[in-house]
C-alpha cells in the first residue's frame, strides 16, 4: 500500500469522525484533501470513500443526517442535502 493510499484512508476516517461530531466543514476539507492526494499521485479514490461524499459540495454523507438512501429497481440512489444525486448498482 502506497503512502497516498494510506493518506487517503486516514482522511476518510478523520471526514466520518468529524461529520459524527457535527463538524461539516472539517470533513468537506478532509474529502477536498483526499481528492487532491488522489489527483496527484494519479490513483482512484476508493468506492466506498466514492460511495459517501457528494461531488458538488464534497460532503461526508451520513445516510439520514444529511443524505437520502433509496433503492430503485436494480440500484441505489444517494441525494445529498444540496441536491446532487448519485447512482449505484446492485445485484440482488
Given at each position: 500500500?502506497s ?12 471526514a ?11 470533513a ?7 481528492r ?11 468506492r ?10 464534497d ?26 444525486h448519485?447512482?449505484y448498482?446492485y445485484?440482488?
Amino acid at each position: 500500500m502506497s503512502l497516498a493510499t494510506e493518506r487517503i484512508e486516514r482522511l476518510h476516517e478523520l471526514a466520518r469522525e468529524a461529520t459524527a461530531e457535527r463538524r461539516e466543514e472539517r470533513a468537506r476539507r478532509y474529502v477536498r484533501r483526499a481528492r487532491r492526494v488522489a489527483e496527484r499521485n494519479r490513483i482512484e479514490l476508493p468506492r466506498r470513500f466514492v460511495w459517501f461524499t457528494c461531488d458538488r459540495c464534497d460532503s461526508y454523507l451520513r445516510p439520514g443526517k444529511n443524505a437520502r438512501v433509496r433503492l430503485q429497481s436494480g440500484h441505489v440512489v444517494v441525494t445529498c442535502d444540496c441536491g446532487e444525486h448519485d447512482r449505484y448498482p446492485y445485484h440482488d
